[in-house]
């Protein structure tokens, strides 16, 4: 089943073109990357998927729904479906890391407090945090944590969908093979689908199931690892040839 | 000793510009203003020769390029880094060369950007308040949509918090209002008249204005810095992607919260400043308290105290939605938020100003 359906996106920042006429799909249970070199519009498409930015032609249909031409219910219905991790955490820095994978749960479900405290006790416990890191808050732990928590909140309401924005960068290559893991043992636990918007090698050779390269505002490949290096194109090229 | 990195050898088949030394953008100029002081003939053959350097730099190098260009030269150089280096700065001096139209700008482009960046600005402006107004109908639909809690918290932040430099501000300016006013009045003798002078200019302009600009410095700058960084933290996005929207969580506490307090802070400024006032007359004009007290009974009427109230909400207004609205237009940087603080305080300041002299003309006009 295709979760993710990406069909003649067209991109234009003033004059710019970013995209012009991309398409994708994303199959259920996948791990996906999307790749490219740097300013080739992979954040800005993982943007447009998540609603953040709007597309100037084309469409976009995420498990099943439309949303070019989508109203605030639906809107909202989606948004509770997927998870988003933000290359920095994006943790919300007044509250403590509880607070934060709490505040979901509190704002959308009628759960008791003891109830959530329990959640919140076993997704820290899911992504590898200590119990005793529930009372921090953001400015207080490390970069690594920090994605840690911020993947805890993504998976707060247990969604089937998962966005991470470059998860492993600003990582120690120790704590990025740590959270390459962690990405595999919880697609494997909970049977996440996940877009993931990447540079680092070790993520692409492995975690990615299939991958889509972004270069001059179209996709230069689609397809599973073991065929890219056959394509013509000088960013592929340079990219997977060095070793 | 500075080695000439230049020495023009004229002889009978050519002209031979012999380079020698450390050739670096250290002795660049040195070498150019050599070569323009003499003119060379240019129907004859030149050759650039660089068999004596031993090191040529980038900067060097693209001097070089430019003469050959110029005269037509031919190299003469053996030495294959040289060679890689002209070759290097040639392919990129053609890239440059391409891009090279950039045209000046006249004074009439800047007037017409600037011109039309302000206006995109305004525009945006005036989308953001119907986002609000929106988000306003929106969030009273549902009575449990009100969030208490930040309103609270907001009002303790922004207007309790602020209590003590409105009230020291206030009586500041009250007292030295008032005794600036005393030398003049004990002139003519009307010592009495200072209450009425001080009754009106305080209810009805200065404690408005002066709360605003206090909140407006102090409360209004803080919503843009707070904002802004949450949005470079991209705190706002995570809000969104959560189906938090913004506007309900952060946007309309903050207006709610200073549109209640306002009017309060106003009521602290008015007393405040009387204060002050009561003070001075005692002390320079043999005034006492109570006596100044019936005098503002008798003379000064309520409305002008309600006048003064009645300006606090849209103050408030005005100062909440313009430092939330330069807060989300904080760009991914940090400069930003430093510029749209700034701009956030000046067009509240500007903008409290401007309605409050349409309050004044509208309240003359209905005779209040």
Redesign the interface.
């Known amino acids: 089943m295709e979760v993710i359906k990406v069909k003649n996106i067209r991109t234009v920042f003033g004059n710019k073109v970013v995209h012009d006429g991309l398409s994708l799909h994303v199959n259920e249970g996948e791990i996906y990357g999307l790749l490219g070199p740097s300013g080739c519009g992979k954040t800005t498409l993982l943007?447009e998927m998540?609603?953040?930015q709007e597309f100037d032609a084309g469409s976009i249909e995420i498990l099943g729904k439309k949303i070019e031409n989508i109203n605030e219910m639906d809107?909202?219905k989606l948004?509770?479906k997927?998870g988003?991790l933000?290359?920095?955490g994006?943790?919300?820095?007044s509250l403590t890391l509880a607070e934060n994978i709490a505040?979901?749960l509190k704002?959308?479900s009628t759960l008791s407090d003891k109830m959530i405290e329990e959640i919140v006790a076993f997704k820290l416990d899911l992504v590898g945090l200590q119990p005793s890191d529930a009372y921090l808050y953001p400015s207080e732990i490390s970069g690594g944590m920090r994605k840690k928590a911020g993947i805890a909140r993504a998976l707060a309401m247990d969604p089937k969908l998962l966005?991470l924005d470059e998860p492993t960068s600003g990582l120690d290559p120790i704590s990025a093979r740590e959270f390459n893991e962690l990405i595999l043992q919880l697609r494997s636990m909970l049977g996440l689908t996940m877009v993931i918007v990447t540079h680092d090698l070790h993520s692409i050779y492995h975690t990615l199931d299939r991958m889509a390269v972004i270069d001059n505002k179209k996709i230069a490949y689609e397809g599973s690892l073991a065929e890219v290096t056959s394509v013509k194109n000088d960013f592929i090229q340079t990219f997977f040839s060095g070793d | 000793m500075n080695i000439k990195p230049l020495h023009i050898d004229i002889q009978k088949d050519g002209i031979s510009l012999d380079f020698s030394g450390e050739l670096t953008l250290y002795n660049l100029t040195q070498a150019q203003n050599y070569l323009k002081n003499h003119t060379l003939d240019t129907s004859q053959k030149i050759t650039i020769n660089l068999e004596n350097a031993h090191y040529l730099d980038t900067a060097f190098a693209l001097f070089l390029t430019d003469v050959q260009q110029k005269y037509n030269a031919d190299l003469c150089c053996l030495n294959k880094i040289f060679l890689h280096t002209l070759k290097l700065v040639n392919e990129h001096k053609k890239r440059l060369d391409k891009k090279d139209d950039i045209h000046k700008k006249s004074i009439f482009e800047y007037v017409g950007k600037a011109f039309y960046e302000n206006y995109i600005s305004f525009i945006s402006f005036i989308g953001f308040l119907g986002k609000i107004f929106t988000s306003f109908l929106l969030y009273f639909k549902n009575i449990k949509n009100i969030r208490i809690k930040e309103i609270v918290f907001e009002m303790n932040e922004s207007a309790v918090r602020a209590f003590g430099i409105v009230a020291l501000t206030s009586f500041l300016i009250g007292l030295v209002t008032a005794y600036q006013a005393a030398y003049q009045l004990r002139l003519y003798g009307g010592n009495i008249f200072i209450v009425d002078m001080m009754g009106i200019s305080v209810f009805r302009e200065l404690a408005p204005l002066i709360t605003a600009i206090v909140i407006a410095g102090r409360s209004g700058s803080a919503y843009t810095a707070q904002i802004g960084?949450?949005k470079i933290?991209?705190?706002i996005?995570?809000?969104?992607?959560?189906?938090?929207d913004p506007y309900t969580f952060l946007v309309l506490p903050r207006i709610i919260a200073l549109i209640i307090m306002l009017p309060i802070l106003i009521f602290v400024s008015d007393m405040m400043a009387m204060l002050g006032a009561i003070i001075v007359a005692d002390l320079s004009l043999d005034l006492t308290p109570s006596l100044f007290i019936d005098r503002l009974n008798e003379v000064v009427a309520i409305k002008h105290f309600y006048v003064g109230l009645v300006k606090g909400p849209f103050f408030a207004f005005l100062i909440a939605s313009i430092g939330i609205y330069r807060g989300l237009m904080v760009k991914d940087d940090t400069q930003s938020i430093g510029f749209n603080t700034t701009k956030s305080v000046v067009e509240s300041l500007f903008a409290v100003i401007v309605c409050d002299a349409i309050f004044s003309i509208a309240f003359t006009n209905l005779g209040i």
């Open positions: 943007r998540v609603m953040l809107a909202q948004r509770r997927w988003v933000f290359q920095f994006a943790l919300f820095s505040l979901a704002e959308y966005f | 960084a949450m933290t991209q705190e996005d995570a809000m969104r992607t959560m189906g938090f």
